[in-house]
């Protein structure tokens, strides 16, 4: 099993971007998909998580209103909609298979496969 963030890069407050996971060996219909986020000095956190099959979604009241965690079952993709970006927001972002389904709050010891990671940057 692989997976493969992508889509981060450096964007003004206010601004908009989406990420990407891609995998192989998996299919991401068929588990709970999970984003993670881990700024400089800080512990690796939840972002947002979606469930297999209807995709149950949850997300940190951090996010709650500017970030949307959506599946395309086509393309065996899941994305994270960012929107309203702030300079808080500025980490790097995982994309991880949950051993359970959609839960809040998300554990990282709960996931098992992780994409290599993707820096989103949000800065004037």
């Known amino acids: 099993v692989q997976l493969q963030a992508s889509g981060g890069g450096l964007v003004h407050p206010g601004g908009f971007l989406r990420l990407s996971c891609a995998a192989s060996g998996i299919t991401l219909d068929y588990t709970t998909i999970g984003w993670f986020r881990q700024g400089l000095g800080n512990e690796r956190e939840g972002v947002s998580c979606i469930g297999s099959g209807d995709g149950v979604t949850h997300y940190a009241e951090s996010v709650e209103g500017r970030f949307t965690i959506s599946r395309d079952r086509a393309k065996n993709m899941v994305y994270l909609h960012m929107s309203s970006l702030k300079p808080e927001d500025t980490a790097i972002y995982f994309c991880?298979?949950?051993?359970?389904?959609?839960?809040?709050?998300?554990?990282?010891?709960?996931?098992?496969?992780w994409g290599q990671g993707t820096q989103v940057t949000v800065s004037s």
């Open positions: 991880a298979t949950g051993r359970y389904d959609s839960s809040w709050p998300m554990h990282p010891y709960e996931y098992d496969y």
